[in-house]
């Protein structure tokens, strides 16, 4: 192997999405959009008796906008799923006049907790169920 004089990349991929660190860092536009809602996700177990493997989406609306989402992707374990939904009153981060200056909630210390997920299961869960072993 030879060794290289020169330090350094031709190439910088970022795929930390429509709010990049690494694209405000180059101050880079981005071309595209962000959603309007905010979603939240979590990893954990339900103790229902759904058929495993099987992937669940329920929401609620009104007047044609969807106002309560819930997401269920099957994954390795017994009874595990990924579940992204909308983020609760309490978590959303304020909006801000700058676009690019949209902080995620992580960012201002607010993260869901298996509370702010078992609301949404209570809500929109196909059968009664119990969340627990939040990742």
Known sequence: MRESKRSGARYLVG????HSVVRRG???DFDG????????????EVDWHQ??????????????????L?????LPGHNRYRMPMLVP????????DDPGAVAHGLEGGRAPELRHIQAVLDRLSPEPTVASHLR
């Open 15 to 18: 795929c930390d999405g429509a």
């Open 26 to 28: 180059l101050g880079l």
């Open 33 to 44: 959009d962000a959603f309007p809602e905010e979603y939240m996700l979590g990893d954990v």
């Open 51 to 68: 058929p495993p493997g099987w992937g669940i989406r329920a929401m609620h609306q009104t007047d044609g906008d969807t106002d309560d």
């Open 70 to 74: 819930l997401v269920c992707i099957p």
């Open 89 to 96: 009153d309490e978590l959303r981060t304020a909006k801000s």
